[in-house]
């Protein structure tokens, strides 16, 4: 047999199996989101400790590859999407206490960020679920959880700082305001996932009744005389 009649090597195949459809090519920027938005569903359909990358790369019609490439690890992909939401929050937040005519009363700026807290928490359900309750996502992302909090907290307080009803407060006394209305929020945001029959204007009311009943009494002029420094 000549070497022009030995059996060739098959080439290796290279990129997703044969019949895999192939995704639309993207620039980095629009993968990364697209990869973003696939994996906050996967996470909040299958929980973070059941989902693993070849679901995700396979939800997004790429190979396991492109994601490593992109975001390096599972858990990097995790934080980077808890970040995300992050931005979403103090986004929709902003949006929502700006939208409040100037000078309207210090009950509809409490009203418009509680809403625009519940709001956020029924568009993003399921993820919510996933970062609150799930004792992995602790492990990996609790520092970025946290990080969310704070960063809305001092969001929040600054915001505060903008309307003159509240501006005299002191702006460690504003940032504890923001504190206990971020965690009310998660807490009613929980337990109404344990309770699907309260809708989101009585979780709303519920939580307005809690805080506006407090704050309403807390004004500059209470406020204990003590160095904060």
Not at 84 to 95: F, G, P, Q, V
């Amino acid at each position: 047999m000549t070497s022009t009649d030995s059996p060739s090597t098959p080439a290796r195949r290279r990129g997703p199996a044969k019949g895999t459809p192939r995704a639309p090519r993207m620039s980095r920027e629009d993968r990364e989101r697209q990869l973003l938005d696939v994996a906050e569903a996967v996470f909040a359909d299958h929980g973070y400790q059941d989902t693993t990358m070849e679901l995700i790369a396979a939800e997004a019609g790429i190979t396991k590859p492109v994601i490593y490439d992109h975001f390096g690890s599972k858990e990097n992909l995790l934080v980077a999407v808890v970040a995300r939401a992050r931005e979403d929050l103090l986004s929709s937040t902003k949006t929502a206490l700006d939208a409040i005519p100037a000078h309207s009363p210090v009950e509809d700026y409490f009203r418009a960020g509680v809403r625009s807290f519940m709001e956020f928490f029924e568009r993003r359900r399921g993820s919510f679920r996933v970062y609150m309750q799930e004792s992995a996502v602790a492990v990996v992302a609790g520092q970025d959880i946290e990080m969310v909090r704070q960063a809305q907290a001092r969001d929040i307080a600054e915001r505060f700082g903008d309307i003159p009803q509240i501006a005299a407060y002191p702006l460690p006394y504003r940032e504890a305001m923001a504190e206990i209305m971020i965690a009310t929020n998660e807490r009613v945001a929980g337990w109404r996932l344990r309770n699907p029959e309260i809708t989101l204007d009585m979780a709303v009311e519920i939580v307005m009744a809690v805080l506006w009943n407090g704050f309403r009494s807390y004004t500059s002029e209470t406020v204990p005389d003590v160095d904060l420094s």
